[in-house]
């Protein structure tokens, strides 16, 4: 029996509004700003997938990963690449299974029964037991909750796209020796992407959109004052500052917050209260990892007031 997709509308939902989405995403100390609480929040109710697209290190995989932890789901990450195909992605046949259970159907062999034919021995060996799932067959089969993360989408070849758009379009998957797989549940599903080509259309059509980019101020403080203990609110002030100060320049890559938050316990740990241009200067390896934006961003700082 064909089993039948359940209707998002009909099911459970993950939140309430919006706002619950901010609020239990900050007591996993996720810090979400209006327009993120909001996509997920549609995202739920509307059962779409979620686009999420920005510089890299702005939060957008610790997004899928807080979610996951606030709603007490499973995190299945497919980490994309040059050159996934659908084998890593969605299925795979246990070849070396296969090949063993063959041999041992042609060794036994009776006189009465004869050896088996080749349709008996398909039969058997393209069945549940020889499959290995990848991340989304994964996700559509899962019966726990599940958050679905399809990390750097951006990295894949366009015709790579299309193994997404079935799971995307109707949450299923179609195996052809074992008939098409439906889900069980409809996951909430996010795709990243650090922008580094642009992405099909008919991708982009199945999915909400959501740009995450550098934190206002106000909201990076906030950041640093939650994920680095024991630092001063006077000290994550001057760090969030001195960064966006480098973010203003032309630089080969502007600090993410995730090297905002490294250089913000490094000042912690060697016990810097104050950050003055000596200090900026000496620890910029933190921030920027081009040595040509190191020396464009020393010959600024050192002309900055203390």
């Known amino acids: ?111 009465s029964r004869g050896e088996p034919g080749w349709a008996e021995i398909e039969e058997d060996i393209f069945s549940e037991a020889f499959l290995l799932e990848r991340p989304l067959l994964q996700a559509i089969r899962a019966t726990d909750p599940v958050v679905l993360l399809v990390d750097e989408v951006d990295r894949i070849e366009v015709e790579t796209e299309a193994l997404l758009l079935e799971v995307l379009s109707d949450y299923q998957v179609s195996i052809p020796e074992l008939g098409t ?20 259309e008919a991708l982009k059509r199945r999915c909400l959109y959501l740009h995450i980019g550098y934190p206002s101020l106000e909201r990076e403080r906030a950041i640093v004052l939650e994920k680095v203990p024991g630092i001063a609110a006077s000290l994550a002030d001057e760090v969030v500052r001195v960064v966006r100060l480098l973010r203003q320049m032309e630089l080969e890559k502007l600090p993410s917050v995730s090297e905002t938050l490294d250089w913000a316990r490094t000042l912690v740990l060697l016990g810097i209260e104050h ?32």
């Open 181 to 200: 797989v439906h889900a069980n549940q409809v996951p909430l599903v996010l795709l990243t992407s650090n922008d580094t080509r642009e992405l099909s």
């Open 275 to 306: 950050v003055d241009a000596k200090t900026a200067v000496s620890t910029l390896n933190l921030l920027l990892k081009h040595q040509s934006d190191i020396d464009e961003a020393t010959r600024a700082l050192a002309g900055a007031p203390t």
């Open 1 to 111: 029996m064909t089993r039948v997709i359940p209707d998002p509308r009909a099911g459970v939902h993950r939140f309430a509004s919006g706002a619950e989405v901010g609020t239990r995403l900050a007591e996993v100390g996720y810090l979400a700003d209006e327009q993120i609480a909001t996509v997920v929040y549609l995202a739920d109710r509307l059962a779409k997938p979620v686009l999420v697209e920005g510089p890299a290190g702005t939060g957008k995989t610790e997004l899928a990963k807080s979610l996951a932890t606030a709603l007490g789901a499973r995190l299945i990450r497919l980490q994309c690449y040059e050159g996934l195909d659908e084998a890593k992605a969605l299925y795979e046949w246990d070849y070396r299974k296969q090949l063993l259970r063959i041999q041992v159907a042609r060794a036994d062999v009776s006189p």
